[in-house]
């Protein structure tokens, strides 16, 4: 993909991703040292009182970073939040979006955008539920004189 140099749309285009499997988390787990039982053992995430053993937060938050980058364009992006709101499970179809909060002028005299992202988990038999609220802002550089749009 290129990277965009132009504002983007108003609304970023849905990305679904999963689902999720137990071999993700432990895959996570490998790639970020997390190896903390409650995402990989069932028997040690049921007896703290999970029903099953979950996603780490990170793993959440590394897809939506993935997302915001692809959209935004990673050399635009100065920053990225997020705030974790529910727990992902092994079979979970993560469902990414995000939409411009607000456009101005950037340090540059380019143009700053910030949007707003959400991650929402979908699974048969449960309702969609909020999982991942984030924000990220984006500049992209003024146009030189005499350049083409």
Known sequence: ?????????????????GPLTRTDFVRYAGAGGDFNPIHHDEIFARSAGYPSVFGH???????????????????????????????VWPGDTLVLGGEVLRTGTGPDGGTEVEVGLTVH?????????????????????????????
């Open 121 to 149: 988990s979908e699974a048969e038999g449960r309702e969609p539920r909020l999982v991942l609220r984030g924000g990220a802002t984006a500049v992209y550089p003024a146009r030189a004189a005499g350049s083409r749009a």
């Open 1 to 17: 993909m290129t990277e965009p140099d132009t504002v983007p749309p108003t609304v970023a285009p849905e990305r679904r991703v």
């Open 57 to 87: 937060g990170l793993l959440t938050a590394g897809i939506l970073g993935g997302y915001a980058a692809s959209w935004l364009g990673r050399r635009n992006m100065r920053r990225f939040t997020v705030r974790y709101v529910g727990q």
